[in-house]
């Protein structure tokens, strides 16, 4: 498989739907959902390839830092698609489509050691429910800096330019909370997978990641709790969502990158 050609044709459609989103939010050209989800499904179907490629290499049981990258990059995507025909998710793209396409180029250059596959209906339950948790919080973590920057504009009262873009306030943290209640479930699946089905986790250095997922876990409860019982919402919803996730991402990133970057070791 040519893998740099499909990288390239991924990143450039997902810059271009990124792009034309950017511009609509900034109310330069008019919205054009269906054009952006068409460059967007166009950009996963060069993108999904790699990422199967990536699993076949013998990767399965414990993906590497760039193969976890990719993969995780293009089930956010997928969510994102298919959540923005539901909900006005699609604001999110802004960000989370050049991401995903940066992470792809350096990942087809820069691949992960190989391993032994082992593959079992455990692992891969806990292995497709991390991942789903991880993709719906990352599109969290970006609706809720759109939300900082729409609760800030409105306080300061800037009702011009991305805020008259966005849905009203009310929704949009609305769907924040909606995202993060789904995520919360998916995380709670792949925590309890990880426990009753992955052996041996001093072994596999995965003590650091269990911590940290916990740890992110419990920032999203106490967030989820203030909202309910105590109303949180607005700044504090998004630094708690933002806290949370930075706490997931080391979680799930941060121990591969040590060990295979900085440690060199597979």
């Known amino acids: 498989m040519q893998a740099l050609p499909l990288a390239l044709m991924a990143f450039i459609l997902y810059i271009a739907a990124a792009s034309w989103q950017a511009l609509a939010l900034t109310r330069r050209v008019p919205p054009r959902n269906a054009l952006v989800r068409g460059f ?67 990942a087809v250059e820069w691949p992960s050691p190989e391993k032994a596959s082992g593959m079992t209906p455990g692992i891969a339950l806990h292995a497709l429910s991390s991942a789903l948790a991880f993709a719906l919080l990352a599109i969290s973590a970006v609706q809720a800096i759109l939300l900082g920057v729409q609760n800030q504009a409105l306080r300061h009262h800037h009702i011009r330019g991305v805020v008259q873009s966005l849905p009203p306030l009310t929704t949009m943290e609305r769907v924040l909370f909606e995202l993060i209640w789904a995520g919360m479930i998916l995380l709670t699946l792949a925590i309890a997978s990880g426990f009753a089905f992955v052996d041996n986790m001093f072994a596999q250095h995965l003590v650091h990641k269990t911590v940290l997922s916990l740890a992110a876990w419990v920032i999203f409860a106490a967030l989820l709790i203030g909202h309910h019982r105590l109303g949180w919402r607005g700044m504090r919803a998004v630094r708690w969502t933002l806290g949370g996730y930075m706490m997931l991402l080391l979680a799930y990133f941060g121990s591969k990158f040590v060990l295979e970057v900085l440690l060199a070791r597979p």
Do not use: E, M, Q, R
């Open 40 to 106: 967007g499904t166009l950009g996963l179907l060069c993108h999904l390839p790699l990422a199967v490629d990536l699993l076949d290499k013998g990767d399965s049981l414990l993906p590497g830092f760039s193969t976890s990258l990719v993969l995780a990059g293009a089930l956010a995507v997928l969510v994102l698609l298919v959540v923005s025909l539901f909900k006005p998710v699609l604001n999110v793209a802004t960000g989370l489509f050049p991401l995903a396409g940066v992470v792809l180029l350096l």
